[in-house]
């Protein structure tokens, strides 16, 4: 937890919102996929997770 990069995870995480995905706020928790999820619903998150790791 030391060397994590809070900075990252916080451009990260409004990068993702900004796309439209929402996640946890905080990066030591995690993430979760279920059966309510379309292929729509994570084809969007994989695009917005996408350009959010390409803005770091």
Do not use: R, W
Request: aromatic share 10%.
């Amino acid at each position: 937890a030391k060397l994590s990069d809070t900075k990252g995870f916080l451009k990260y995480f409004h990068t993702l919102l900004e796309n439209g995905v929402f996640i946890a706020p905080s990066q030591f928790e995690c993430c979760f996929l279920s059966g309510e999820h379309s292929k729509e619903d994570i084809d969007k998150t994989l695009e917005a997770m996408e350009i959010a790791l390409k803005n770091l």
